[in-house]
T-cell receptor, first 114, second 116 residues
Framework: DTGVSQNPRHKITKRGQNVTFRCDPI?????LYWYRQTLGQGPEFLTY????????KSRLLSDRFSAERPKGSFSTLEIQRTEQGDSAMYLC????????????FGDGTRLSIL | AQKVTQAQTEISVVEKEDVTLDCVYETRDTTYYLFWYKQPPSGELVFLIRRNSFDEQNEISGRYSWNFQKSTSSFNFTITASQVVDSAVYFC?????????????FGSGTRLQVQP
């Protein structure tokens, strides 16, 4: 049973560039979540998918951010025109169907904006 | 709006000491779920335990125990006979159940350092 997989582990880019991250959830999980974590803080929710439907988006998800899960399996998170404030760890999680099911997290993608 | 408060920013103990991590939550929902996660230096968030709002039974798992009290909106976590491998940041989190929201709201975490 493989866990949640995220790629790349690290991404360094110049301000203004676009970046895309990928998340592969646990295979039997139909729910997928994206969070952002900055140093010394707890993760902050960004968005949530049930199968391919994006059901919930945080106000943190500005119009420069877009997430997709086209076939209800893997998901991508794209950030356009990156800014210094986008530097953070981006975490993906997945869970089963029940409302009380725990979310299982990947190792994250650390984004550094130069 | 929901909120999770972990007032202890950092705790340092010596190996074999018992330590309790505090968590206080706020929610208007009658059904909700509470979680504890561990984030070791390697960075991955590891799920430890879940509690439903309608189940106030405390739980013990090895050296770990959890005390859920709805009357004080608290969900505290105790590690007995701490070990160096327990050193990590611990997060308490809340998920509300009355609406369709599935987001976890995390506290700011408590960094536990266990000295040998």
């Amino acid at each position: 049973d493989t866990g949640v997989s995220q790629n790349p582990r690290h991404k360094i880019t110049k301000r203004g560039q676009n970046v895309t991250f990928r998340c592969d959830p646990i295979s039997e999980h139909n729910r997928l979540y994206w969070y952002r974590q900055t140093l010394g803080q707890g993760p902050e929710f960004l968005t949530y998918f049930q199968n391919e439907a994006q059901l919930e988006k945080s106000r943190l998800l500005s119009d420069r951010f877009s997430a997709e899960r086209p076939k209800g399996s893997f998901s991508t998170l794209e950030i356009q025109r990156t800014e210094q404030g986008d530097s953070a760890m981006y975490l993906c999680a997945s869970s089963g169907q029940g409302n009380n099911q725990p979310q299982h997290f990947g190792d994250g993608t650390r984004l550094s904006i130069l | 709006a929901q909120k999770v408060t972990q007032a202890q920013t950092e705790i340092s103990v010596v190996e074999k000491e018992d330590v309790t991590l505090d968590c206080v939550y706020e929610t208007r929902d009658t059904t909700y779920y509470l979680f504890w996660y561990k984030q070791p230096p390697s960075g991955e968030l590891v799920f430890l335990i879940r509690r439903n709002s309608f189940d106030e039974q405390n739980e013990i798992s090895g050296r770990y125990s959890w005390n859920f009290q709805k009357s004080t909106s608290s969900f505290n976590f105790t590690i007995t006979a701490s070990q160096v491998v327990d050193s990590a940041v611990y997060f308490c989190a809340l998920s509300e159940g009355d609406t369709g929201r599935r987001a976890l709201t995390f506290g700011s975490g408590t960094r536990l350092q266990v000295q040998p």
